[in-house]
T-cell receptor, first 114, second 110 residues
Framework: ETGVTQTPRHLVMGMTNKKSLKCEQH?????MYWYKQSAKKPLELMFV???????ENNSVPSRFSPECPNSSHLFLHLHTLQPEDSALYLC?????????????FGPGTRLTVL | SQELEQSPQSLIVQEGKNLTINCTSS?????LYWYKQKYGEGLIFLMM?????EEKSHEKITAKLDEKKQQSSLHITASQPSHAGIYLC??????????FGTGTRLKVLA
């Protein structure tokens, strides 16, 4: 595997379910990100991890819980979501956080909340 | 907070035609990224501009940064169906703040 991978690619869940999204980067980067992309809205940054430490949390509801066990893996734990949380969730990584450098994106997880 | 507005929102062109997409910032631009996204997939980095007046090219795509106008433009020469997708501009706005534009959806007719 190369680049940034995300699993699953598609997820349908009920509002009472608990699920997790997984992201893995094979690029040796030190920063990882979660973004949310909803229809007709700009891409929204949710969380930033730098060297496995969360450095940014953009007022994201607590029903989204990120976890970064090491610099290669990032998870987004989901529980009691709402239908408006349905979106494409993108993971990205970059060599460093907080500076101008290219982010490498995964293919995304298409989440549908029923 | 900084906002990026892209124009046009969508564009349909005939193959072989040239086109330009603009990205205008509500604040001073110190640098800017351009990405391309295929529908429902991740973003692919195109180029990064870091200085006023800077111009970069990648294959048939050229981007310029105009600091005074707080604007960047992306120009595609002799468009091809492979250029179709959503083009997004983005900036690093403060420490750990990444902001993206609303996107321009491009369709190229063969």
């Amino acid at each position: 595997e190369t680049g940034v991978t995300q699993t699953p690619r598609h997820l349908v869940m009920g509002m009472t379910n608990k699920k997790s999204l997984k992201c893995e980067q094979h690029l040796g980067h030190n920063a990882m990100y979660w973004y949310k992309q909803s229809a007709k809205k700009p891409l929204e940054l949710m969380f930033v991890y730098s060297l496995e430490e969360r450095v940014e949390n953009n007022s994201v509801p607590s029903r989204f819980s990120p976890e970064c066990p090491n610099s290669s893996h990032l998870f987004l734990h989901l529980h009691t979501l709402q239908p408006e949380d349905s979106a494409l969730y993108l993971c990205a990584s970059s060599p460093l956080a907080g500076t101008y450098n290219e982010q490498f994106f995964g293919p995304g997880t298409r989440l549908t909340v029923l | 907070s900084q906002e990026l507005e892209q124009s046009p929102q969508s564009l349909i062109v005939q193959e072989g035609k040239n086109l330009t997409i603009n990205c205008t910032s509500s604040k001073t631009l110190y640098g800017l990224y351009w990405y391309k996204q295929k529908y429902g997939e991740g973003l692919i980095f195109l180029m990064m501009l870091q200085k006023g007046g800077e111009e970069k090219s990648h294959e048939k795509i050229t981007a310029k940064l105009d600091e005074k106008k707080q604007q960047s433009s992306l120009h595609i020469t002799a468009s091809q169906p492979s250029h179709a997708g959503i083009y997004l501009c983005g900036v690093t706005s403060g420490t750990y703040k990444y902001i993206f534009g609303t996107g321009t959806r491009l369709k190229v007719l063969a």
